[in-house]
């Protein structure tokens, strides 16, 4: 299956190597700058470096499930997941912790989603990550 011919839960563009995007918007935390690459890898994903006011305030890492072809998941043990549609899941995001809780993590997940991209809950959450989703901002 080529990406043209995907569901669009994803923005294809993200899945063709050397794809770069970058926005700025404005957080509570000052001028943030989002610095999102294509990375080279076995399942196809992205990376986000995040700056604040030009000063690094963390980064990210975003895989995109079933981008080749629909096929069901299993989680950790736990039962197989039905919708089989592309979607991103995030590997990781570090919010260095004198810029967390400033709607740094909600204006990028906000810019993925602006971008046509749908987005999953991890099922390797952390506190911080299980925090962000139960309160809706990841939704």
Do not use: C
Request: glycine fraction near 8%; charged fraction near 25%; aromatic fraction near 12%.
């Amino acid at each position: 299956m080529r990406a043209s011919e995907l569901i669009e839960k994803i923005n294809t563009d993200i899945l063709i190597p050397g794809w770069h995007a970058e926005n700025v918007v404005t957080t509570k935390a000052g001028k943030t700058q989002f610095v999102a690459n294509y990375k080279e890898s076995v399942t196809p994903q992205f990376t986000v470096d995040i700056f604040v006011d030009g000063e690094r305030a963390g980064y990210a890492r975003f895989v995109v499930m079933n981008a080749d072809k629909p096929k069901p998941i299993k989680r950790f043990f736990k039962k197989i997941v039905n919708n089989w549609n592309p979607h991103l899941v995030a590997g990781n995001i570090v919010i260095f912790s004198e810029f967390r809780r400033q709607g740094i993590a909600s204006a990028l997940y906000n810019w993925l989603r602006d971008m046509g991209n749908e987005i999953r809950p991890s099922s390797t959450q952390t506190d911080d990550g299980r925090a962000f989703w139960k309160a809706g901002a990841g939704s």
